[in-house]
């Protein structure tokens, strides 16, 4: 198994850029590539919420895009429902934006962070990581809910 290490970090224009080098690593450790997640605000400057999405997707999926829980329909790196996926589209409709994601992107984790950032950015702009994260895993008022706590303790034990 290889282990992937970031080399370089270039963000431009609000998007990430990755080089990346393997080396080897013991056989049961499941790693996975940082994912920059900049997340738009209302201020002049996006969030780095890289940590926060490196921890969600040890929580969600244990670092592994291929997760898929059957009775959810959850896939990949984060775990995303149809219905997320419909939600980022109709947000990004909304922005005038023509960009649209499809069922299958759920799989790509690059793209499952592009739509965690839109999601996110959309309902939680400047909100700290306990709310982004109760909000990924319970809705837009996932961070008002009793149920989320204990998922919010998963998250910030991996941060």
Not at 69 to 91: S, T
Not at 93 to 101: C, E, N, P
Request: aromatic share 8%; net charge positive; hydrophobic share 40%.
């Amino acid at each position: 198994m290889k282990k992937v290490v970031i080399l370089a970090i270039a963000v431009v224009a609000g998007i990430g850029f990755f080089a990346f080098k393997p080396v080897e690593e013991p056989a049961r450790m499941l790693t996975h590539p940082k994912r920059v997640a900049l997340i738009e605000t209302k201020q002049a400057e996006p969030i780095d919420r890289t940590d926060l999405v490196q921890a969600l997707i040890m929580v969600e999926s244990s670092g592994r895009e291929d997760a898929y829980n059957e009775q959810e329909d959850a896939v990949g790196c984060l775990q995303i429902r149809r219905v997320m996926v419909k939600d980022v589209n109709r947000i990004l409709k909304k922005q005038g934006k023509d960009k649209h994601f499809k069922l299958k992107d759920r799989w790509d984790c690059d793209k499952a962070v592009e739509m965690f950032e839109i999601y996110t950015g959309y309902y939680h702009p400047d909100a700290d990581d306990e709310t982004i994260a109760r909000g990924w895993n319970g809705g837009p008022d996932g961070h008002k809910k009793p149920a989320t706590e204990k998922y919010w303790n998963k998250v910030k034990n991996q941060l």
